[in-house]
């Protein structure tokens, strides 16, 4: 605990050479007029005596908010001028750092906002100060890249930051901190930015979990020649059900629209795609059966109307169990067994299975997966959604490392200015 003595010090001015002459209550704003005054120092430039000399012209400082209203202070500087060398300099404030319009304060503030998902033009208003101002704090932050050590675990991914345009990212899965994001995915521009981190660091590299398009494998086996690649579970289980669906989507199309074929097929897809053990076993109000049944029991008449749809059905199902309970076994030797009669939709999709069988081996055995990295993904979509001119994709880097790195370590980020 502090005692506070001076108005300045409660308004939140530490420095003790500055003295408040007048405050004055605007409608809008507060402005408060202000000197700074002090012993003159030695000189800079030749170590003599110095005396004061005149005052500098105000210079206007916007200022945090006092008593809910936004502030600026009009700041007299006191001059200097030397006897020996005859040179004139201002005196100077932690209030302001040299060069700088807007108080410490301000930026202190403005650095953690910038922390929030929210835009620039609100930070600004917020702070009663112009948008390019925290634009401009924006772009000085820094980020240190280190190439000397990769996690021993990466997730891998792409979002989409403009229409059409994917960005690559890579994540640490177990601190969830951004390693690196990269404004295109195309192979060259991964490999040469992994192709920075020293030979010993990539082959620390033990597991990156990516998703299934199998694209980015060659290239992984490349730069991290120790690490094991594990397909993301939830891919997997994707594939499946896309697989499902159009099966149901193919039958359905064999029935008229009035049919109730078709219409059970259309209108129960979520119980047909849903994992069987957690189906509800509540009844409901089954208007197509015209009868209030549960969703198992939904699923029994539909199977008798389309019996066709229970082969893929329990395939799927039982996929599914093999996938949870963790049976690579079990889980490929049913595809083995199945994969002759099945529709073109099923063959596309466990011969894609098999080919990628190490892979899939070890998402079923291994507990990574890109859950974490999606999870990123949708904050980065919010930062997006409030970002309106993130044109330049450094800046955009910057407020999502500021918003996912920095919150939860805040020194890895240094102001240039600091
Ligand atoms: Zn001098």
Redesign the pocket.
């Known amino acids: 605990m502090e005692h506070i003595n001076h108005t300045t010090q409660l308004i939140g001015i530490k420095d003790k050479h500055i003295t408040l002459t007048k405050v004055m209550q605007h409608k809008t704003h507060i402005e408060v007029i202000a000197t700074l005054d002090y012993a003159p120092p030695k ?1 800079h ?2 170590k ?1 005596r110095q005396m004061k000399y005149d005052f500098q012209k105000p210079s206007k400082i916007p200022f945090i908010e006092i008593g809910g209203f936004p502030s600026l202070i009009r700041l007299k500087k006191r001059r200097f001028q ?1 006897k ?2 005859r ?1 004139v300099t201002v005196s100077e404030t932690s209030l302001v750092k040299k060069n700088c319009q807007v108080s410490e304060l301000v930026r202190q503030k403005m650095t953690l906002l910038l922390l929030n998902r929210e835009s620039l033009t609100h930070i600004a208003s917020k702070l009663a100060i112009s948008p390019y101002t925290v634009y401009r704090q924006l772009q000085q932050c820094q980020f240190q890249e280190d190439y000397a050590s990769l996690p021993e675990i990466i997730s891998w991914d792409e979002f989409s930051y403009q229409k059409g345009k994917l960005a690559f990212i890579a994540q640490d899965f177990n601190t969830k901190k951004i390693i690196t994001i990269l404004d295109n995915r195309r192979q060259t521009t991964i490999r040469n930015h992994f192709f920075k981190y020293a030979k010993e660091a990539r082959n620390m590299v033990k597991v990156v979990t990516v998703d299934m398009s199998g694209a980015y494998i060659p290239l992984i086996k490349k730069l991290f020649p120790n690490a094991k690649i594990v397909l993301d579970r939830f891919h997997i289980v994707q594939h499946l059900s896309r697989a499902l669906n159009q099966t149901r989507i193919q039958l359905m199309k064999q029935y008229d629209t009035k049919e109730l074929e078709y219409r059970a097929l259309k209108y129960f897809s979520k119980f047909i795609l849903k994992d069987s053990r957690k189906l509800s076993l509540k009844p409901f109000c089954a208007k197509t059966f015209r009868e209030t049944i549960t969703p198992r029991e939904c699923l029994r008449r539909i199977f008798k109307l389309v019996p066709e749809l229970k082969g893929y059905y329990d395939l799927y199902q039982l996929l599914l169990f093999h996938l949870q309970e963790k049976n690579t076994e079990h889980f490929f030797g049913l595809i083995q067994d199945e994969l002759s009669h099945l529709n073109k939709m099923f063959k596309t999709v466990l011969n894609t299975f098999i080919r990628y069988k190490t892979y899939i081996a070890n998402a079923i055995e291994l507990p990574y997966s890109n859950a974490k990295l999606e999870a990123t993904n949708k904050l980065i979509k919010d930062i997006k959604r409030n970002a309106f001119g993130y044109r330049n994709f450094d800046n955009f880097k910057k407020r999502i490392y500021l918003a996912l790195n920095i919150t939860k370590e805040k020194t890895t980020f240094v102001s240039s200015r600091a």
Do not use: D, E, L, V
Request: hydrophobic share 0%; aromatic share 0%.
């Open positions: 000189c430039h030749c003599g030397c020996s060398c040179k």
